[in-house]
């Protein structure tokens, strides 16, 4: 059973600190990982996706791939009042159980509150 | 405006009734997706279609069935068989559901409840 495991939270940052999301991952096939924001009530939204090792920065958000130790973060810089949210981990990867090649699991998500 | 559309927002069942999710996407995407998510839980797949009249279960398949008569369309009807049925449903989509760096987008979701 593919798994996925982040820090279970919930995570409290005062507004303009980082804020460090972090998700570990069972199978070593993985091959490309991602993140969603979940407001309270509504649908998941990508923010960020990462395939290689290394550092992928996008505004005010970093993610983090490490493949050796199966690990891949999120770093919120200037966290803001409106990134209060649930982060969502999902890794993508191959599966021969037929059907789609690629298949994406999901972490049970962080709950981080941005207080002003 | 493309997106994908999900209906009713909410919907109510009553016990031993079948209920039907609709899910409709314009971006001309082949894969689509049901997840279901249970309050502090992650998503987990119920079924995904790749191309017309073909669907594959996921991991959560049992007291669900879909249908994929159209490219736009990939219905879920939750079926009396399912038996703890109140949750979140996300209908997701993507371009082919075959490349490793593809990403889902999802729709807004229906909350489905007990009577």
């Known amino acids: 059973q593919k798994e996925v495991e982040q820090n279970s939270g919930p995570l409290s940052v005062p507004e303009g600190a980082i804020a460090s999301l972090n998700c570990t991952y069972s199978?070593?096939?993985?091959?490309?990982f991602f993140w969603y924001r979940q407001y309270s009530g509504k649908s998941p939204e990508l923010i960020m996706s990462i395939y290689s090792n290394g550092d992928k920065e996008d505004g005010r958000f970093t993610a983090q791939l490490n493949k050796a130790s199966q690990y891949v973060s999120l770093l919120i810089r200037d966290s803001q009042p409106s990134d209060s949210a649930t982060y969502l981990c999902?890794?993508?990867?191959?599966?021969?159980?037929?059907?789609?090649?690629?298949?994406?699991?999901f972490g049970k998500g962080t709950l981080l509150t941005v207080n002003p | 405006d493309g997106g994908i559309t999900q209906s009713p927002k909410y919907l109510f069942r009553k016990e031993g009734q079948n209920v039907t999710l609709s899910c409709e996407q314009n971006l001309n995407h082949d894969a689509m997706y049901w997840y279901r998510q249970d309050p502090g839980q992650g998503l987990r797949l119920i079924y995904y279609s790749q191309i017309v009249n073909d669907f594959q279960k996921g991991d959560i398949a049992e007291g669900y069935s879909v249908s994929r008569e159209k490219k736009e369309s990939f219905p879920l009807t939750v079926t009396s068989a399912q038996k703890n049925p109140t949750a979140f449903y996300l209908c997701a989509s993507s371009i082919s559901g075959d490349t490793r760096q593809e990403t889902q987008y999802f729709g807004p979701g229906t909350r489905l409840l007990v009577l």
């Open positions: 199978d070593r096939g993985s091959q490309s």
């Open positions: 999902a890794v993508n990867a191959y599966s021969n159980s037929g059907g789609s090649n690629y298949k994406l699991t």
